[in-house]
């Protein structure tokens, strides 16, 4: 897998990496281009962006490929617990990915993460929300409600959710929003679209701490 690496500093490894997830489609020089890495420039944090094949993405391969060519390869280079973020079904991979658990991770950035189709977010509604859902009769192979199963269990591990108030999937992901404390969520004006992502981007960051995590 393609992954394009930026160092904090030149001359050291930072202890903090910092993985993020494009969507279907999009490529890791997108993130550049939306100025995405050049936000971080004043926190002590490493980057890789991965190009995830969306043919991968569509078969369900994407989840092992992330954990065996870039989670995996990150703590081999000596990183202790990487930060996923990725946008809509980038997004979607980094639950996923915390869902396995698997691996470890410092926590999740989530700029409107794919909350899964329609039929299950209206069925997830329909019951009150995720904690009154039948979270038992998530197949374990069915990776959209794998997710929101672990949703459901309010996990511990930091997890932070930025989208536009007129996302097209706003619905799901305020869903989401409610298994928050609300310090950790984000809204802003904007859709499902680059400019949104990026207004998200720049509230998110603080919330993080500074220094770094």
């Known amino acids: 897998m ?5 160092a904090a500093r030149p001359d050291r490894r930072s202890p903090t990496l910092m993985i993020l997830l494009p969507g279907a489609w999009q490529q890791p020089e997108d993130f550049l281009g939306h100025g995405f ?24 391969h994407a989840l092992a490929s992330l954990e065996a060519e870039v989670l995996h390869a ?5 990183y202790r617990a990487p930060w ?9 991979l980094a639950l996923g990915t915390a869902a396995c658990d698997r691996v470890p991770l410092a926590g999740l950035c989530l700029l409107a993460p794919y909350p899964g189709n329609r039929l299950l977010t209206r069925e997830i509604a329909a019951a009150g929300g995720p904690g009154h859902w039948d979270a ?3 197949s374990p192979d069915d990776d959209e409600r794998r ?17 536009g108030r007129d996302d097209r999937f706003a619905d799901g992901l305020e869903l989401m929003a409610g298994e928050l404390p609300p310090a950790r969520v984000t809204r802003v004006d904007g859709g ?3 400019p949104t992502w990026q207004r998200v981007w720049q509230q998110m960051l603080p919330m993080l701490g500074d220094p770094w995590p």
């Open 37 to 60: 890495v050049d936000a971080l420039h004043d926190r002590d944090v490493d980057v890789w962006l991965p190009a995830l094949a969306p043919q991968d993405t569509e078969a369900g």
């Open 84 to 92: 996923l973020a990725g946008i809509s079904l980038g997004g979607l």
């Open 2 to 6: 393609r992954i394009l690496k930026h």
């Open 74 to 78: 990150a703590l081999a280079a000596g």
């Open 192 to 194: 499902h679209d680059w």
């Open 136 to 138: 038992a009769s998530a």
């Open 147 to 163: 997710v929101w199963r672990w949703l459901a269990r309010r996990p511990t591990l930091p997890l932070y959710l930025g989208f």
